[in-house]
């Protein structure tokens, strides 16, 4: 079957899940710079989410562009990177009034680990659909930068109760590596 339909609807979901983390934050009760101040951490925390969300968004649809179909079991693995995909304006908010604290940190990068794995699946799914030969099977040969990032996030996981900072910096330091669209389905794209 096409994937016009799933391209579509996943740039709907993520549409939308970037706006209600904009709708998250609370007007602060007072127009002070103090009271501005306050929002620094949502503020911080917005912007990684943000940040996060558009690389998944970014590397999904140059993932899609290499797939010339899809079948049932595709349509349900990217149901189930939007499903952790739409948890990150909950915990984004939780981060942001609780930033140093061990349970809102790690169930942060919960859902992180989480979203990783299951565009893991998604791309295995694609990969497999498309042929060995095909353009993702070239570009996905070397999954380092994948499986590093889901290590990362374990590592910031297990952290988060004795050095939540480090697992922030884990969790900012994992959205630099990513931050770059995934240039391997590029090169497979161009590649004879």
């Known amino acids: 079957m096409g994937k016009g339909r799933l391209e579509a609807f996943s740039d709907g979901v993520i549409a939308i899940i970037i706006t209600i983390m904009v709708l998250e934050f609370k007007t602060p009760e007072e127009a002070s710079l103090p009271a501005l101040l306050h929002l620094a951490p949502q503020m911080a925390f917005y912007a990684l989410s943000f940040i996060y969300v558009g690389i998944y968004w970014n590397n999904h649809h140059h993932m899609f562009h290499a797939v ?8 349900w693995a990217n149901l189930h990177l939007l499903f952790w995909l739409s948890l990150v304006p909950f915990v984004t908010r939780l981060m942001g009034e609780h930033y140093l604290a061990a349970w809102p940190v790690a169930l942060y990068g919960v859902v992180l680990f989480m979203n990783g794995v299951a565009y893991g699946i998604l791309a295995r799914l694609l990969v497999r659909h498309e042929g060995p030969e095909s353009v993702l099977a070239r570009a996905y040969r070397d999954d380092r930068k994948m499986i590093g990032s889901v290590v990362a996030y374990g590592i910031a996981i297990a952290a988060a109760w ?31």
């Open 68 to 75: 010339k179909a899809v079948n049932g079991a595709i349509l």
């Open 162 to 192: 004795a050095f939540p900072v480090l697992s922030l910096a884990l969790y900012a330091a994992v959205a630099l590596a990513w931050l770059v669209p995934d240039r391997r389905i590029e090169k497979a794209l161009h590649m004879p």
